[in-house]
């Protein structure tokens, strides 16, 4: 039996703060665990070399992977462009952690990064950038010059498929977007659950697993009125507190 509030391992990434390197998590997906009944801890990025990463990840009952300023490594889907802000020690925790969700079948929510993550962990490649391809044509990529508050506002609808875990929600939402990289090749064993209108993929959910999603949105962000963040983090926690089977 499940503990009433199932502890959720959340990435950390490499930040540098007051001039010295720093493990952190942005305060908003803490408090989002926390609302919908999770107990966060936070996994720093020595957790991936650690001789204890089995035994610590025993102890976890669901796993997100975080949005953040970085991106993921051009080696890792087989680009060779330069990419200026990468995190190669979050990027070795992250395909740890969906190796290990995805042999023990554990939940796990995938956000920004992390959906980029998810689908190149499995055979997926990526857009370096949305705006050197053509076709997209969504705002997909925030304004910097405004407030936090006015970046991270819904700025396009995503179209949800009928066949997929979202489709319990409903038919399409209104959703922020804040992001350069985005999904080029879907990933093997993945299904693509929505897709804004310009048909850049916005979630995908992971084939036979109880509960694998990635999101390009933010959820974290208007967590408690959003009823699509409701949904989706209500559900991740949901499943969390279920035993897993290997």
């Known amino acids: 039996m499940k503990n009433s509030r199932p502890i959720i391992a959340i990435v950390s990434c490499h930040k540098m703060v007051d001039g010295q390197p720093a493990q952190a998590v942005y305060q908003k997906y803490i408090d989002a665990v926390n609302f919908y009944g ?37 080696t890792r889907y087989g680009a060779t462009h330069v990419e200026a802000k990468q995190d190669l020690g979050r990027d070795e925790l992250s395909f740890k952690l969906l190796a290990y969700a995805d042999e023990r ?14 689908n190149v962990h499995f055979n997926g490649t990526l857009h370096p950038d949305w ?3 053509d076709g997209f044509y969504e705002p997909h990529l925030e304004d910097n010059t405004q ?11 995503v179209i949800i498929q009928p066949n997929g875990r979202l489709a319990a929600f409903g038919e399409k939402w209104h ?6 990289q985005a999904i080029n090749k879907v990933g ?11 048909g850049l993929v916005e ?8 509960f694998m999603i990635g999101v390009q949105w933010h959820p974290e962000l208007n967590y408690v009125q959003d009823n699509l963040s409701k949904f989706l983090f209500t559900e991740f926690i949901h ?8």
Not at 147 to 157: A, G, S
Request: glycine share 4%; proline share 9%.
């Open 38 to 74: 999770g107990n966060p801890i936070l996994l720093p990025n020595t957790a991936a070399d650690s001789e204890n990463f089995d035994a610590l990840l025993a102890m976890v009952d669901g796993i997100l992977l975080t949005g953040s300023y970085s991106n993921v490594a051009p």
């Open 105 to 118: 079948n554990m939940p796990l929510l995938a956000v920004c990064r992390g959906l980029q993550e998810m």
């Open 131 to 133: 705006r050197e391809v």
């Open 147 to 157: 407030p936090l508050e006015v970046q991270y506002q819904p700025v396009h609808y």
């Open 175 to 180: 959703v922020n977007s804040l992001h350069k």
């Open 188 to 198: 093997a064993r993945l299904l693509v659950e929505a897709s804004a209108p310009d």
């Open 203 to 210: 979630a995908i959910s992971l084939l036979q697993h109880p």
């Open 239 to 246: 499943h969390a507190r279920e035993p897993q089977t290997e």
